[in-house]
C-alpha cells in the first residue's frame, strides 16, 4: 500500500469494488464510467489490473464475467497476483446498484486528483531543496498544477433542442446590442465583416511573405481592438507576446500609430529634434494609449507552456483577458528534441488553439 510521509493517501476501496461489480454484473455499466475515470485512477493496485482487462474484453466486444475475465487475467499471467479467482468472485458483494455506478466513480475520481495533487505538491516541494533557477522551477510548478485541473471528465451530450434555445438567446442579446460586431472588431473593415469581429476561443493565424507588415497589422488590431474595450468600459487586458522586438520598440511604434507620426522621429536627436508639433502629438498619442489595458511580453525564444502560464495569471486577474496575440509562431520553441519543424508549429498550433478555448479569449 502506498503511503506519503507515513499517511495513506485518499481512496475509497468500496467504491472502487462497487464500479468493478457493477461491470461484471452488466457490462454496459462501463459506458457510463469510461470518460470519467481510466484505469490509472484505481488506489488498489489488482483493482487497476481488473480495470484494464475487463477494458480490453469490453474493447474487443468480448464479454465480461468471471469466467472471461479470470481467463483473460489467467493469460497474462496476472490472475495470481491479484488474488485468484476468489478476489473477482467477492467483487460482487460490494454492488449496491449498478444505477450508482456513476457516483461511485466521480467518488474514485475525487480521490484520484487529490492523490495526484499530494504527489505534484511533494514533487514541488523536493525539487526546491534542488535550489533551481526560480523562474523556471515557478513554471514548472504551475504546470503540474494546471495539467493534473486540465485532466477533467469529458462533458454529456448536449442535446440539440437545449443548444438552440441558448443560441437563440445569444442571437437576440446580439440584436439588442448597439455593438455593429458580435465580436472584438480589428477596424479593419473587410476583415471584420468576413469574421464579425474576432471570437471567444478563436485561433487566427496571419501568414504572408516576410516585410509584408504583419507586425505592424498585429500591432494595429491591438491598438484598435484595446480603444474598442476601452470605449466600451471594458477593463479586460490585451496581451502582446513579441518574440521578436523588444517592449520599447512595440510602444515606439504604438504611440507613433495613436500620435500619427512616422516611427523614424521616435529616433530623433539632439542634431534632429522632435518639433513643437511632434511632441505635441506624441504626449497626446501616450496619453491615448495609457488609457488602454496592454499587457507587453518580449520574452525571446519562449514556449507555448510559458504563454499558458503567463495569460491564465491574466485571466485570473481582476481585470480578465479578452485576447492574446504572439508575434510570431515561428520564433517560438517547443520540447521536442527531433528537429522536425513542421511536427512543432502543429504542436505549438494546437497548444495555442487549447489555450484559447479553456481561457474563452481570441
Same mark, same amino acid.
Given at each position: 500500500?502506498?503511503?506519503?510521509?507515513?499517511?495513506?493517501?485518499?481512496?475509497?476501496?468500496?467504491?472502487?469494488?462497487?464500479?468493478?461489480?457493477?461491470?461484471?454484473?452488466?457490462?454496459?455499466?462501463?459506458?457510463?464510467?469510461?470518460?470519467? &475515470?481510466?484505469?490509472?485512477?484505481?488506489?488498489?493496485?489488482?483493482?487497476? &489490473?481488473?480495470?484494464?482487462?475487463?477494458?480490453?474484453?469490453?474493447? /474487443?466486444?468480448?464479454?465480461?464475467?468471471?469466467?472471461?475475465?479470470?481467463?483473460?487475467?489467467?493469460?497474462?499471467?496476472?490472475?495470481?497476483?491479484?488474488?485468484?479467482?476468489?478476489?473477482?468472485?467477492?467483487?460482487?458483494?460490494?454492488?449496491?446498484?449498478?444505477?450508482?455506478?456513476?457516483?461511485?466513480?466521480?467518488?474514485?475520481?475525487?480521490? /484520484?486528483?487529490?492523490?495526484?495533487?499530494?504527489?505534484?505538491?511533494?514533487?514541488?516541494?523536493?525539487?526546491?531543496?534542488?535550489?533551481?533557477?526560480?523562474?523556471?522551477?515557478?513554471?514548472?510548478?504551475?504546470?503540474?498544477?494546471?495539467?493534473?485541473?486540465?485532466?477533467?471528465?469529458?462533458?454529456?451530450?448536449?442535446?440539440?433542442?437545449?443548444?438552440? @434555445?441558448?443560441?437563440?438567446?445569444?442571437?437576440?442579446?446580439?440584436?439588442?446590442?448597439?455593438?455593429?460586431? &458580435?465580436?472584438?472588431?480589428?477596424?479593419?473593415?473587410?476583415?471584420?465583416?468576413?469574421?464579425?469581429?474576432?471570437?471567444?476561443?478563436?485561433?487566427?493565424?496571419?501568414?504572408?511573405?516576410?516585410?509584408?507588415?504583419?507586425?505592424?497589422?498585429?500591432?494595429?488590431?491591438?491598438?484598435?481592438?484595446?480603444?474598442?474595450?476601452?470605449?466600451?468600459?471594458?477593463?479586460?487586458?490585451?496581451?502582446?507576446?513579441?518574440?521578436?522586438?523588444?517592449?520599447?520598440?512595440?510602444?515606439?511604434?504604438?504611440?507613433?500609430?495613436?500620435?500619427?507620426?512616422?516611427? /523614424?522621429?521616435?529616433?530623433?536627436?539632439?542634431?534632429?529634434?522632435?518639433?513643437?508639433?511632434?511632441?505635441?502629438?506624441?504626449?497626446?498619442?501616450?496619453?491615448?494609449?495609457?488609457?488602454?489595458?496592454?499587457?507587453?511580453?518580449?520574452?525571446?525564444?519562449?514556449?507555448?507552456?510559458?504563454?499558458?502560464?503567463?495569460?491564465?495569471?491574466?485571466?485570473?486577474?481582476?481585470? @480578465?483577458?479578452?485576447?492574446?496575440?504572439?508575434?510570431?509562431?515561428?520564433?517560438?520553441?517547443?520540447?521536442?528534441?527531433?528537429?522536425?519543424?513542421?511536427?512543432?508549429?502543429?504542436?505549438?498550433?494546437?497548444?495555442?488553439?487549447?489555450?484559447?478555448?479553456?481561457?474563452?479569449?481570441?
Amino acid at each position: 500500500m502506498t503511503t506519503f510521509q507515513g499517511r495513506v493517501p485518499p481512496h475509497n476501496l468500496d467504491a472502487e469494488r462497487a464500479v468493478l461489480g457493477a461491470i461484471l454484473l452488466d457490462n454496459s455499466a462501463y459506458d457510463g464510467v469510461s470518460d470519467t &475515470i481510466s484505469g490509472n485512477d484505481f488506489y488498489h493496485q489488482a483493482h487497476k &489490473i481488473i480495470y484494464a482487462a475487463m477494458k480490453k474484453l469490453i474493447d /474487443s466486444s468480448n464479454p465480461v464475467d468471471e469466467l472471461t475475465l479470470s481467463e483473460e487475467l489467467g493469460s497474462s499471467g496476472m490472475l495470481e497476483n491479484i488474488g485468484g479467482d476468489e478476489f473477482i468472485s467477492d467483487l460482487l458483494r460490494y454492488v449496491v446498484s449498478s444505477q450508482h455506478i456513476q457516483r461511485y466513480a466521480e467518488i474514485i475520481r475525487d480521490k /484520484s486528483l487529490t492523490r495526484r495533487l499530494i504527489t505534484a505538491g511533494l514533487t514541488i516541494a523536493s525539487h526546491g531543496y534542488d535550489e533551481p533557477d526560480s523562474s523556471q522551477y515557478l513554471q514548472d510548478s504551475e504546470k503540474a498544477i494546471f495539467d493534473i485541473a486540465a485532466d477533467r471528465p469529458t462533458k454529456d451530450f448536449a442535446n440539440i433542442k437545449d443548444t438552440a @434555445g441558448e443560441l437563440i438567446r445569444l442571437i437576440e442579446k446580439r440584436n439588442e446590442s448597439e455593438d455593429e460586431y &458580435i465580436g472584438i472588431p480589428s477596424y479593419f473593415t473587410a476583415l471584420d465583416e468576413m469574421t464579425g469581429g474576432f471570437q471567444d476561443s478563436d485561433l487566427i493565424i496571419i501568414a504572408a511573405r516576410p516585410r509584408m507588415g504583419k507586425t505592424a497589422f498585429a500591432l494595429n488590431v491591438v491598438a484598435n481592438a484595446a480603444h474598442y474595450l476601452n470605449r466600451r468600459q471594458k477593463s479586460q487586458q490585451i496581451a502582446f507576446f513579441s518574440l521578436e522586438m523588444s517592449k520599447t520598440q512595440l510602444v515606439s511604434r504604438l504611440i507613433a500609430s495613436e500620435a500619427l507620426i512616422d516611427v /523614424s522621429r521616435m529616433r530623433s536627436t539632439k542634431k534632429n529634434p522632435l518639433t513643437p508639433d511632434d511632441w505635441a502629438a506624441f504626449i497626446e498619442g501616450v496619453n491615448r494609449l495609457g488609457q488602454y489595458n496592454i499587457a507587453l511580453d518580449d520574452t525571446a525564444s519562449i514556449t507555448v507552456d510559458s504563454i499558458k502560464s503567463r495569460c491564465r495569471k491574466l485571466a485570473m486577474s481582476p481585470d @480578465g483577458l479578452a485576447m492574446v496575440v504572439i508575434d510570431y509562431l515561428q520564433l517560438m520553441s517547443t520540447s521536442r528534441k527531433d528537429g522536425n519543424r513542421a511536427l512543432e508549429l502543429g504542436e505549438i498550433s494546437r497548444g495555442l488553439k487549447m489555450l484559447a478555448k479553456n481561457l474563452t479569449c481570441q
